[in-house]
């Protein structure tokens, strides 16, 4: 089963950055990497759905909730199974948990917003505010 911890969560002013990084490991194979998994970004905020922010798929493909693009934006780094969401512009409505999943998915160009992932980090708590 892969393991995924967030981490870089914190309180942020309105209109700060912040970047939370998603680290995988317990991969079922040797040499099994996070290429073989689309990861995706999502957001809790208190009293509301779970809601879909970015994701990134095997071959590097992104995609983005129109509540974030051009603002937030997903990348990896193999070498240490990381990925990461760079958060700028940040608004108090983009308060919550955020959480980030993954699929094995190996070879495809596309990814998912919907909460259809198999592997869950614990989540990391976001709080923009004055």
């Known amino acids: 089963q892969l393991q995924l911890v967030e981490s870089g969560g914190g309180l942020v002013q309105p209109g700060g950055s912040l970047r939370l990084s998603c680290a995988a490991s317990g991969f079922t194979r040797p040499g099994y990497t996070l290429t073989f998994y689309a990861v995706a970004w999502f957001r809790q905020a208190p009293g509301k759905e779970r809601e879909g922010l970015s994701c990134?798929?095997?071959?590097?493909?992104?995609n983005y909730a129109d509540s974030v693009k051009g603002r937030f934006t997903i990348s990896r780094y193999l070498a240490n199974n990381t990925v990461y969401l760079q958060m700028n512009s940040l608004k108090p409505e983009d308060t919550g948990v955020y959480y980030c999943a993954a699929n094995w998915n190996p070879r495809s160009p596309i990814c998912t917003l919907l909460p259809r992932y198999d592997s869950w980090g614990q989540g990391t708590q976001v709080t923009v505010s004055a």
């Open positions: 990134i798929s095997t071959t590097a493909g992104t």
